[in-house]
């Protein structure tokens, strides 16, 4: 994996497959903000009519989870600020937990057709990689 930032509260890197993945050590506001500046640097870097592959680790932030709905709420203000940003597919490593099928099913539901996220538990990384790399819905 190349390494492209690190010791912060969102660890980011690429991996050999370009994915860009995202690992927050901490839950803190300052860690959500650091991702959103990395997030917003990638949109400006990438053109338009490509897809962009995510996985973002919550399961290493230690005993207090990553606010997602902080997350949902800063995303909605970057699509406005970049409508015509690359697709996007992401993966959400997560804990095991019943609270995250639902926030699933949830986002499929409400997501924008441009941008497809996924749930899964962080034992089961490797269907995630084959799914974000995939094309499917």
């Not at 290493?60 to 949902?72: F, H, I, T, Y």
């Amino acid at each position: 994996m190349s390494e492209i930032a690190a010791n912060t509260g969102c660890e980011y890197t690429v991996t050999q497959q370009g994915i860009h993945q995202f690992v927050f050590r901490e839950p803190s506001k300052e860690a959500i903000d650091d991702f959103f500046r990395k997030l917003e640097h990638i949109f400006t870097i990438t053109p338009s009519e490509g897809t962009n592959r995510y996985i973002v680790d919550i399961t290493q932030a230690g005993e207090k989870d990553v606010s997602l709905v902080a997350n949902v709420q800063r995303f909605r203000r970057l699509e406005t600020l970049y409508p015509k940003r690359p697709r996007g597919r992401t993966v959400i490593l997560h804990r095991p937990g019943l609270a995250y099928t639902f926030i699933d099913s949830f986002i499929r539901a409400l997501a924008p057709s441009r941008d497809i996220t996924r749930f899964f538990p962080v034992d089961k990384r490797d269907e995630a990689i084959v799914w974000v790399l995939s094309e499917s819905r």
